[in-house]
C-alpha cells in the first residue's frame, strides 16, 4: 500500500499493488516480482512496472512488510557513553557491521547503569528490535540469568562470563600483558600502572591490573603497590592527576601504563606540565588504540584490540541468533595487537 499525493494541495491519496497492476496491465504477482527484484521477469515487463510505479508515486510499506514477515532488519546497540572514544569508534565500526546483513543499528546510551542497562533488555521487544548487542557495566555475574530473555541477544565487555547469552570479550589480561613487557622490553623497569578501583568484581580495571602484575613477575620484577594509581573517572583529567600524586609522593616511576588511552591523554599532559619528556624521562602506554593516538605529540603507544573484529563477530553472533535460537551461547575474546609509536621510542 502507498501513500500519494495528486497534485499540489490535494489530498492524500493510497495506492495498492493491485492499482499498479491494473494500470500496467499485469497481474498483482508481477507487481511483486518488480518491487522485490526477483528473476524472471522480462525486461520490457518491469520496465512497464517500474514506469507506472514511479507515475502513481508508488512507495513500498517498508514497515508493513517487515511486521509480515516478522523482522524489522533492525537491532539495539547499547553502550554505556557514546560521547567516550572507545564506544563511539565501537559504534561505528557496528554500523558498517550492520550493513554486511542488511541491518540498521539503533544506539542507546545507558550511562555505565545497571538500572538503564536493564531497561535496554526490557525496551528492545517493544522497540522491535530484531536483536540487542548490549554493552554490559552495571550488570554484573550476579545477574546472568536477567539475561534470559525471548529474543537475540549478544553482550559485550568484562563484567559477565559464561553467561546465557552470545558473548564478545576484549583480551584484556593478554593485552595489558603484551604492553608491559613491550616497556620493559624498551627497557622501563619502574612502571606505574593508571586504572580504576579494584574491587572484587570482574572489570576492566582488575584484568587489566592482572596482566600487568603477569608481566613483572614472568620479567622478575618485584612488585611494588606505590606505583599503583587508582583513579574515579576514566578520563584525562584523572591521568593528569596520576602524574600530579606520583611525583607528591615521591614515587620514581620511568613509565606509565593507562588501562584506557583516553587517560594517556591526561598522563601525556601530565608528564608535559612535569617538564618530563616522553619517552626520554617517562615512557607512556595506552589501551584502545582511539584514532587520537596517532595524532598527539608525541603519538601514542597503544594496545588495538580490533575493533572491527569485535563488531563483527558481534554482529555475526546475533544474526546468526535471529536465525537459530536454539543454538548454543558462544563466548570468544578478540584478538589484539601492540602498536607501537613515539611514546615509547618508535
Same mark, same amino acid.
Given at each position: 500500500?502507498?501513500?500519494?499525493?495528486?497534485?499540489?494541495?490535494?489530498?492524500?491519496?493510497?495506492?495498492?499493488?493491485?492499482?499498479? &497492476?491494473? =494500470?500496467?496491465?499485469?497481474?498483482p504477482m508481477t507487481v511483486s516480482n518488480v518491487i522485490n527484484k526477483r528473476p524472471h521477469v522480462a525486461a520490457a515487463t518491469r520496465e512497464k512496472v517500474l514506469a507506472t510505479i514511479d507515475r502513481l508515486d508508488y512507495r513500498v510499506n517498508v514497515a508493513a512488510r517487515n511486521l509480515r514477515r516478522g523482522r524489522t532488519h533492525t537491532i539495539g546497540l547499547a553502550v554505556p557513553e557514546i560521547?567516550?572514544?572507545?564506544?563511539?569508534?565501537?559504534?561505528?565500526?557496528?554500523i558498517e557491521q550492520g550493513k554486511r546483513h542488511d541491518l540498521t543499528v539503533v544506539i542507546e546510551q545507558t550511562g555505565r547503569s545497571r538500572e538503564n542497562?536493564?531497561? &535496554?533488555? =526490557?525496551?528492545s521487544r517493544v522497540r522491535m528490535y530484531d536483536g540487542l548487542i548490549l554493552g554490559t557495566v552495571g550488570l554484573g555475574t550476579e545477574d546472568r540469568d536477567l539475561l534470559k530473555v525471548d529474543y537475540p541477544i549478544v553482550i559485550l565487555g568484562e563484567r559477565i562470563f559464561q553467561s546465557p547469552v552470545d558473548h564478545v570479550a576484549t583480551a584484556n589480561t593478554d593485552g595489558a600483558r603484551a604492553a608491559v613487557e613491550h616497556l620493559i622490553e624498551q627497557g622501563a623497569r619502574r612502571i606505574a600502572i593508571a586504572h580504576g578501583p579494584l574491587t572484587d568484581d570482574v572489570d576492566v580495571s582488575s584484568l587489566r591490573h592482572a596482566g600487568y602484575r603477569q608481566a613483572l613477575e614472568a620479567h622478575g620484577i618485584p612488585f611494588d603497590p606505590a606505583l599503583v594509581a587508582e583513579f574515579e573517572a576514566f578520563d584525562p583529567t584523572s591521568g593528569a592527576e596520576v602524574v600530579h600524586r606520583l611525583r607528591s609522593a615521591g614515587t620514581d616511576f620511568d613509565a606509565v601504563f593507562c588501562v584506557t588511552d583516553y587517560v594517556a591523554l591526561g598522563v601525556l599532559r601530565g608528564l608535559a606540565d612535569a617538564r618530563l619528556r616522553v619517552p626520554e624521562d617517562v615512557q607512556v602506554v595506552g589501551f584502545d588504540n582511539n584514532e587520537f593516538g596517532r595524532f598527539v605529540v608525541p603519538s601514542l603507544t597503544s594496545v588495538d584490540p580490533d575493533y572491527d573484529e569485535i563488531a563483527k563477530r558481534a554482529v555475526d553472533l546475533l544474526t546468526n541468533r535471529i536465525e537459530n535460537a536454539q543454538a548454543e551461547p558462544v563466548e570468544l575474546v578478540s584478538s589484539f595487537r601492540v602498536v607501537a609509536r613515539e611514546s615509547t621510542g618508535y
Open positions: 500500500m502507498l501513500g500519494a499525493q495528486q497534485g499540489e494541495g490535494a489530498r492524500f491519496i493510497m495506492v495498492t499493488i493491485r492499482d499498479i &497492476a491494473d =494500470a500496467a496491465g499485469v497481474s560521547d567516550r572514544p572507545y564506544w563511539g569508534q565501537l559504534a561505528a565500526a557496528m542497562e536493564l531497561n &535496554a533488555l =526490557a525496551l
